[in-house]
């Protein structure tokens, strides 16, 4: 069984920074991608952005230059640095862990929260 765990949401006013954790553990047999989604009431879910184990990084148009994810391999670990955050910020959070042989688990989510 695979267990994907985030933390680091909150409540936090325009212009702060928050960071996102997620760590995966359990039977997955290799992990190819982590990413991080989000959705806002009212809205689908959406990517915000993704990682390769090799680095390789996917950002939406949106957050590029404020979001910066990374990943800690020896952990099975992805990180979302969120600076100069915005109100339309605000959503639920995901993370998604895919496997090289394309299975693909979900967090349960942690909001984060964008004052105005």
């Known amino acids: 069984q695979v267990q994907v765990v985030e933390s680091g949401g909150g409540l936090v006013q325009a212009g702060g920074s928050l960071r996102l954790s997620c760590a995966s553990s359990?039977?997955?047999?290799?992990?190819?991608?982590m990413g991080w989604y989000r959705q806002a009431p009212g809205k689908q879910r959406e990517l915000v952005a993704k990682?390769?184990?090799?680095?390789?990084?996917n950002y939406a148009d949106s957050v590029r230059g404020r979001f910066t994810i990374s990943i800690d391999n020896a952990k099975n670990t992805v990180y979302l640095q969120m600076n100069s955050l915005k109100p339309e910020d605000t959503a639920v959070y995901y993370c998604?862990?895919?496997?090289?042989?394309?299975?693909?688990?979900w967090g349960q989510g942690t909001q984060v929260t964008v004052s105005s």
């Open positions: 359990g039977s997955i047999f290799s992990i190819h991608v």
């Open positions: 990682i390769t184990r090799s680095g390789n990084t």
């Open positions: 998604k862990v895919e496997s090289i042989s394309a299975a693909a688990y």
